[in-house]
């Protein structure tokens, strides 16, 4: 169950403050093959992961829902209990012409969360609110891998990145009262103070990619 209280949410808004300024992603960077694919990132609650990129030029769709698991377990109030290995997520439908997985990751890192937090974000806490990479292919993997790499040697954060890099076995959608939530309940006190900043800071550091 997700944590309310006013003081634990100054907590998580100041424990996933802004790192900004992220370097580009340095390696090469493979060519579009097709005119969609998908990313599947886990970074916390999937409310504020799915608003941030909804709000991104190029992405076209993106979906709430549960990674690292079976499909017996993908609901929420089972996923909740931590012990189903399901980490909340999102998949991102978007066109590589418009916006690169690189630069996918690198809002991912500098906007959606906090990479250095270990099975928790902000006031939230459990192996379901993990930060964590679903890659889809080699690609995706290397990329990620890289990125990761180059942001740890670069000392970007205070503490090491934690994310993990695991292939993509299935995604589940959750369920329907979860997508869009924050379009939905912009005044929802969870979302004023730890998801609407993270929206305001997507515009702000990255107002070319901001829809």
Not at 80 to 101: L, N, W
Not at 129 to 138: G, H, K, L, Q, V
Request: charged share 15%; proline share 6%.
């Amino acid at each position: 169950m997700r944590f309310t209280q006013f003081v634990l949410m100054l907590v998580g808004l100041a424990s996933s403050a802004a790192h900004a300024g992220l370097p580009d992603y340095a390696g090469d960077q493979p060519k579009a093959a097709a005119s969609e694919a998908t990313a599947v990132f886990a970074g916390g609650c999937f409310w504020g992961v799915d608003a941030v990129f909804k709000h991104t030029k190029g992405v076209s769709h993106v979906v709430s829902g549960y990674a690292g698991g079976s499909a017996s377990t993908a609901q929420y109030m089972t996923v909740g209990s931590g012990m189903t290995g399901h980490a909340e997520s999102v998949q991102v439908t978007y066109d590589p012409a418009r916006i690169s997985y690189a630069e996918l990751l690198k809002i991912f890192f500098q906007v959606a969360h906090d990479p250095t937090q270990l099975n928790r974000q902000g006031p939230d806490v459990g192996t379901q609110y993990r930060s964590a990479i679903f890659y889809a292919n080699d690609q995706q993997k290397e990329v990620a891998q890289r990125y990761i790499e180059q942001l740890n040697r670069a000392k970007i954060f205070a503490k090491p990145i934690v994310t993990q890099l695991t292939p993509l076995e299935k995604f589940y959608p959750a369920e329907a009262y979860h997508q869009n939530y924050l379009a939905l309940h912009p005044n929802e006190p969870y979302i004023v103070y730890n998801d609407l900043p993270k929206v305001a800071q997507l515009k702000k550091d990255f107002p070319a990619l901001y829809q």
